[in-house]
């Protein structure tokens, strides 16, 4: 345990600041001193991709990220997807019912935002499987769920972003 | 409808024990049955609204807990739609009828005028401007659903709408709908410190120095049982790993056995479970095959986790335990509790597959919660308990004969299964089969597996009795208790490699006689169903099965019935083979009687598949001494998006016949499917599972 630190940073666009343990894995400070639990924990090692936010335009693993290094960084979790209407990627995700379980769908929606949010035009279905490669899932919904992220896609890269 | 009164409401006859009506008049159902992450409660929903005429937001479902819902068993077996929903559907009708007649007294007509149709009353199918959920106050619910239901043949549902959305999707994305996201004020988060095995003993551990690792409140300590409570999650899972590394356990010596090898050489006695005729006749040729497949996980994406409150005497428990009324009958076993001083409720955990850790994971936040009374304890397991603690599937090896006829015919199959035990379900044998009842100063042993019987479709020799029309049919199994490794039930149980066995067989005599499997199979088929599925299937590909194919490149073709009494389901897929297998393509048709929710039954369909590729091409649990050696995912790859093939999966409907459920029946014909393609693409017949480029190669030298 080290020293308590300040961290203060940008989630789904609102400042929040909190004293934390700088070791503390981000995952945790979201779920458990922030509330928000829609990031979520799958091994806590990395390995899963269920606590996938993303932190400056990155697609990281909360899990494995210590709290000390994101002071004064912009992160978005799947909370910031929700909202009427809601996020692309969600509506498209809803139309192809891209889900069993859907525990591992959280994460999947951040890692396939920040490929479509960083690309100019819509990647091919190779790609964005690519970029899901450190996202499991378990019952199989992944051919859904790529068709879900190539719909999404045709909305959100229709050319330079804004 | 062919169900006759569905069997649930032996138990539970009246009408209040399946819907509740609030003080507002709010209309709840009430179903014993669980969503596992499959969608059923939407499809339970949709059919108790269909049955009333009216929108599924008109009405609400609560499922699955001990002190409100009806005991309809353990939700498993793909049987939540055929039985819960038919009892749903009775339900439901005993309450229409109820409103119709109220309805009918005010209009001064006769109750067989009126029909229901988007919540609205039609007399002789023109409008009365009358709604029928205000006559809900007519409902007298202490009636008996047998007494008045007629529920609606096939040709009068769905009048108001045909398929819903799953309702839960949108939450599980943004949202906290997982038992893991649970809050409660004082919450105290657990995490257990299993030892490596069931049978192992705790030999020291310091407690002292654990109770004052960072946040944590207590320990809870019973024999071999130990329990970090802590103030926040991570401080349990920390504290709980740090005594992980120091405890010392002892554990009856293992030696270095192989448990495929030890299971496939079992010499025990095999117990004949079917048994047609004579099936050593000798005229004709015989053909054989033995196909293998190692221990697999559950392994859920989200570990499995539980929260537990203690007040004065009564422990309540929040769980994703297939069985929440199994579950409080197994910890009442264990601590010596009564009964009536358990609840169990059931909430969302992540995706399902079988008996995993839900009711282990339970029963230690019990244990852990009665040390601080009055707290909540969630125990989230970590992905490392989530590999060492649960239950696996089963190793298993079907060895398969089929006696060729001098026709083509097929006259004789000879199936010998041995196998590990498919089933240790809570409160099975007698015993609780809690992993934690086994540590306790009063050990429980879990009884050993008496396997599932044929009646239930079996366990090791699930769709061991191949679907086809054979001559006469031996089936032998042969259990293996002898291995420390808990195993139990997972999504199709044997069926996964019972019909791989028999699809392999049936491919390799229709290659030896020149026959096209398609033709070969069809000719061993009399129902038409089948034949349905089988023709469906082989049209649905044969374009693309003509596109000539590279190096390494094969189709391959397998085809069940699920159980023998369930669902149908053929598969086609595609495979490139360059070292490692990769299935580019595949094709499924199913026919699974109603479709309640046709998407829903694809997503099921599509789920089953591509967990049977990952099971057939990657999956092997590693195990040394009498545990697994994987710790984390990096030792236990699955299938990948990458490596995900395009799919695609159409529905033979059939409004009229039962449902059957969906959610194992396209296991075992895309894993026979796949290993028939590696057959085709490179001429040699990988019979050890998963085929891997290792297992490629061991077959090439065999
Ligand atoms: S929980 Fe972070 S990768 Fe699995
Ligand atoms: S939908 Fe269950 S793990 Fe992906």
Redesign the pocket.
């Known amino acids: 345990m080290s020293e308590l630190q300040e961290v203060s940073c940008r989630i789904n666009g609102k400042m929040r600041a909190f004293v934390v343990d700088p070791t503390m894995p981000l995952?945790h400070v979201l779920r458990e001193v922030l509330d928000l639990k829609a990031t979520?924990?799958?091994?806590?090692?990395?390995?899963?991709?269920?606590?996938t936010v993303i932190v400056d335009g990155q697609a990281v693993?909360?899990?494995?990220l210590p709290a000390g290094q994101v002071d004064g960084r912009r992160i978005e979790t799947a909370e910031g997807l929700d909202g009427d209407p809601p996020h692309p990627l969600v509506a498209a995700f809803l139309e192809n019912q891209a889900g069993q379980c859907g525990y591992c769908l959280p994460g999947i929606l951040m890692a396939a935002r920040a490929l479509l949010e960083g690309e100019p035009t819509p990647p091919s279905r190779a790609r964005i499987a690519e970029a899901l490669d450190g996202n499991l899932c378990r019952c199989g919904t992944h051919a859904r769920i790529l068709d879900a992220i190539e719909d999404a896609a045709k909305h959100m890269n229709r050319g330079p972003l804004a | 409808m062919t169900v006759d009164v569905p069997p649930p409401f032996a138990d539970a006859p009246h009408m209040r024990d399946w819907i509740a009506i609030s003080p507002e008049g709010d209309v709840t159902f009430l179903s014993g049955r669980v969503e596992l992450g499959q969608g059923s409660s939407t499809a339970l929903l949709m059919m108790a609204a269909d049955e009333l005429g009216v929108s599924a937001d008109a009405i609400t479902l609560e499922t699955a807990r001990t002190d409100r819902t009806p005991n309809e068993g353990l939700t498993a077996g793909s049987m939540s739609i055929t039985f819960g929903g038919a009892a749903l559907r009775w339900a439901a009708s005993a309450l229409l009828v109820q409103m119709l007649d109220a309805a009918s007294e005010r209009l001064g007509c006769a109750p067989q005028e009126l029909r229901t149709e988007s919540g609205e009353i039609l007399r002789n199918d023109a409008s009365t401007g009358l709604n029928l959920l205000d006559f809900v106050s007519a409902a007298d619910l202490s009636c008996r659903v047998a007494d008045l239901a007629r529920p609606k043949d096939a040709g009068e549902r769905w009048k108001t709408f045909r398929d819903i959305p799953r309702m839960d999707l949108k939450e599980c994305m943004v949202g906290t709908p997982f038992v893991h996201d649970m809050t409660a004020p004082d919450m105290l988060h657990g995490a257990p410190v299993h030892p490596p095995s069931m049978q192992s003993a705790l030999v020291s551990l310091d407690l002292e120095a654990l109770k004052v690792r960072p946040g944590v409140v207590e320990v809870v300590h019973d024999s071999s049982f130990v329990g970090v409570v802590a103030d926040t999650p991570l401080a349990a899972a920390r504290a709980a790993e740090w005594a992980q590394k120091r405890g010392t356990w002892e554990t009856k010596p293992v030696g270095a056995v192989d448990p495929v090898k030890f299971i496939a050489s079992s010499t025990a006695d095999a117990e004949t479970i079917v048994d047609t005729g004579n099936v050593n006749r000798n005229i004709g040729q015989w053909y054989e095959t033995t196909v293998t497949r190692p221990y697999i996980f559950h392994g859920s994406i989200g570990p499995a986790a539980a929260v537990a409150l203690w007040e004065g005497d009564e422990v309540t428990v929040w769980t994703h335990s297939q069985g929440v009324f199994q579950l409080r009958r197994a910890i009442s076993k264990a601590l010596g509790l009564e009964e009536k001083k358990i609840r169990a409720i059931h909430c969302l955990g992540a995706g399902c597959y079988g008996h995993n850790g839900a009711d282990d994971v339970a029963f230690d936040a019990v244990l852990m919660a009665r040390a601080v009374p009055g707290r909540h304890v969630k125990v989230v397991w970590s992905r490392r308990d989530e590999f060492h603690a649960a239950p696996m599937g089963a190793a298993m090896a079907t060895n398969v004969r089929a006696l060729l006829g001098p026709d083509n015919n097929l006259t004789a199959f000879d199936v010998i299964v041995n196998s590990a035990p498919h089933t240790n379900r809570p409160g099975a044998g007698g015993t609780p089969n809690l992993r934690a009842a086994a540590y306790l100063a009063n050990p429980i042993q879990p009884a050993r597996s008496a396997d599932v019987p044929l009646a239930r479709g079996g366990g090791a020799n699930r769709n061991a009795v191949p679907t086809y029309k054979v001559g006469d049919v031996r089936v032998q199994r042969r259990l293996v208790h002898d291995l420390p490794y808990r195993s139990s039930s997972l999504r199709s149980l044997g069926a996964f490699n019972n019909v791989i066995a028999i699809e392999s067989l049936m491919d390799d005599i229709a290659l030896d006689i020149g026959m096209p499997p398609f033709e070969f199979r069809l000719q061993h088929i009399d129902d038409q169903r089948s034949r349905d599925v089988l023709e469906r299937i082989d049209s649905e590909t044969r374009q693309v099965r003509e596109v000539p194919l590279p190096e390494g490149a094969g189709w391959g073709l397998g085809f069940a019935r699920y159980k023998g009494t369930g669902g149908y389901c053929a598969v086609m897929v595609r495979v490139e083979v360059d070292g490692d297998v990769r299935v580019t393509d595949a094709f499924a048709v199913a026919d699974v009687g109603e479709a309640v929710s046709p998407d829903g039954v694809r997503n099921q369909v599509e789920g089953g598949m591509l967990q049977s590729i990952s099971w057939t091409l990657k999956e092997a649990v590693p195990v040394d001494g009498s545990s697994t050696t994987a710790g984390s995912w990096a030792d236990y790859p699955i299938l990948t998006f990458s490596e995900a093939p395009r799919l695609s999966v159409a529905l033979i409907e059939r409004a009229d016949a039962l449902p059957l459920g969906a959610g194992e029946i396209s296991q075992g014909p895309t894993g026979a499917a796949v290993c028939n393609a590696v057959r085709a693409a490179l001429g040699i017949r990988v019979r050890n599972l998963p085929i891997t480029r290792d297992a490629i190669i061991a077959a090439v030298n065999e």
Request: charged share 20%.
């Open positions: 995952l979520r924990f799958g091994c806590g090692e990395g390995t899963c991709g269920a606590c693993m909360s899990c494995d």
